[in-house]
């Protein structure tokens, strides 16, 4: 890193949203070969200062110095002429244009300045991937992919521009341990080549592994920016959050009642994803699962909710045989479900707070008079929603892009459980949310578990499973290979089953 030589500084920025200051007075730079860490709960101001660099805000104050020149980053693609590529933690990709197209949008090759020349922009796209290790056909379109191959070519676009800087949102939030190690290969070369990285990350332990320094914001303000090699993980948790955090998981927990089967799943076969599966979900338990890209897990979660449909089974819903063909059944059952992807499945992205919380009891009629909705009802349980989950929003009418990270989540959970849900299925709970709205999270699956409602989550994150579930399935190549309980539960045992390795204790299952 050349401290001296720096390639973009933020002087004084600040912006305001609608009754919310979202920056106030912010100092950052990033130089030359340099990883500076931006971290900071959410709602501290991270996704708006990077908004800013990609031309999607405008600062309302302070200035924006590139290679030593005051510049204004009107539009994304003044951004991109200042050779400035952000990879967002929502991705922003064309779902009904193929992977080559959204790698080289409005970049395409052309023959004749008319025509695409489609020959070049898939050989492109093939070796951008190749660097990248991605095996994904690039005529394929964006809409088939998975959450963590979308993300993969969120970095490949960014590749293909030749930035200067390039800014990484949670870029781990949905990789495999392999496509981390790749990444991380991938960023050290970058950093080879003098090519600035901004990298945002909850995983503290990642920012510590590739950063320079790290800088934290918290409510809007620039709190501090440390060297790596002069601080520690504690002492960045305290500056994000203002005091000191020492557990991340809560304790207090009850047992699971297992005198009582919720749901039955038996011989549930998915065509060409899930085989066999088998278990059993007991009032107030929270029951995860765990298992790398390709095992099968969302497409067996999504189905016990109706999103996708099975191909043989049995589902035992409080021990009568039921069908899930659509999500309203799930709903009618009281099967409740939240999406790990947030902006593209789970927020009405155009529609206020309140809006998000009560669309699904609007559905089911609950609030409907006549052909009116009953306001008096509606506002009820909103705040009465708000205030057991503690959400946290300027006022009802606010819009819910503007909320953080972890109160969208909150919010996405609450519109669930004003349904009365006996089954909560969460996928990704905690994806791209920080350590203090991880821990609100964690809290209100606990209270929910020990209230009686079962829990069905899937979570990448190893510790999150350790920590707060009383069995782990592990699936591989949608198959159970592996169940362990809160005793024999542990982050080796697990990553070996994940990958299908025999060679651990715990209860094994055939394959």
């Not at 676009?157 to 800014?167: E, T, V």
Request: neutral net charge.
């Amino acid at each position: 890193m050349n401290t001296n030589n720096i390639f973009i500084e933020l002087k004084n920025i600040k912006k305001i949203f609608p009754g919310v200051v979202a920056l106030e007075d912010v100092n950052f730079d990033v130089g030359y070969g340099e990883v500076h860490a931006l971290v900071g709960e959410n709602g501290a101001g991270k996704s708006t200062l990077i908004k800013i660099l990609g031309g999607v805000y405008q600062p309302d104050a302070g200035e924006i110095i590139i290679e030593g020149k005051k510049e204004s980053i009107t539009n994304t693609s003044t951004a991109q002429r200042l050779k400035i590529a952000v990879i967002y933690q929502e991705f922003n990709l064309i779902p009904d244009l193929s992977v080559a197209e959204n790698i080289f949008i409005g970049r395409e090759p052309k023959i004749a300045k008319s025509f695409i020349n489609w020959k070049k922009i898939n050989n492109d796209a093939s070796e951008i991937m190749k660097k990248l290790d991605i095996n994904i056909n690039p005529r394929k379109f964006i809409s088939e992919l998975s959450v963590a191959e979308k993300q993969m070519i969120e970095i490949a676009k960014s590749l293909s521009m030749d930035a200067k800087l390039i800014i990484m949102d949670e870029p781990t939030a949905t990789l495999t341990e392999k496509e981390v190690v790749k990444l991380f290969s991938i960023i050290e070369e970058l950093r080879k080549k003098n090519v600035a990285i901004i990298y945002i990350s909850h995983r503290l332990d990642e920012a510590f592994q590739l950063s320079d320094r790290i800088t934290v914001l918290r409510d809007g303000k620039k709190i501090e920016t440390k060297k790596t090699m002069e601080t520690n993980q504690d002492e960045i948790v305290s500056l994000m959050v203002g005091k000191v955090v020492k557990n991340y998981f809560s304790e207090e927990r009850e047992k699971p009642d297992e005198s009582k089967v919720v749901m039955d799943i038996k011989n549930y076969n998915i065509a060409d994803t899930v085989y066999d599966v088998n278990f059993k979900l007991y009032k107030g338990e929270i029951l995860g699962f765990a298992g790398i890209l390709g095992s099968g897990i969302h497409h067996l979660l999504r189905s016990l909710y109706g999103a996708t449909q099975k191909t043989s089974g049995e589902v035992y819903f409080e021990e009568k045989k039921v069908e899930i063909r659509k999500s309203s059944d799930a709903i009618k059952l009281g099967i409740g479900y939240v999406t790990e992807d947030r902006k593209g499945e789970g927020l009405l992205n155009d529609m206020s707070v309140l809006q998000n919380i009560s669309i699904i009891i609007i559905k089911m009629l609950t609030f409907f008079k006549g052909l009116l909705i009953r306001e008096k009802k509606e506002l009820k349980v909103f705040n009465d929603m708000a205030e057991e989950l503690d959400i946290k929003y300027a006022n009802i009418n606010q819009r819910i892009i503007y909320l953080s990270g972890g109160n969208q989540q909150k919010i996405i959970m609450g519109r669930t459980l004003v349904s009365d849900c006996k089954v909560l299925i969460l996928l990704e709970p905690t994806r791209g949310i920080d350590v203090g709205a991880k821990a609100e999270i964690h809290k209100i699956m606990i209270k929910l578990a020990n209230q009686g409602i079962s829990i069905i989550m899937a979570s990448s994150e190893l510790s999150e499973l350790i920590n707060l579930t009383d069995r782990c399935i592990v699936l591989y190549k949608g198959r159970m290979v592996a169940e362990f309980n809160r005793d024999n539960m542990d982050e080796e045992k697990l990553v070996a089953a994940e990958i299908g390795k025999s060679s651990y204790s715990g209860n094994q299952l055939n394959s």
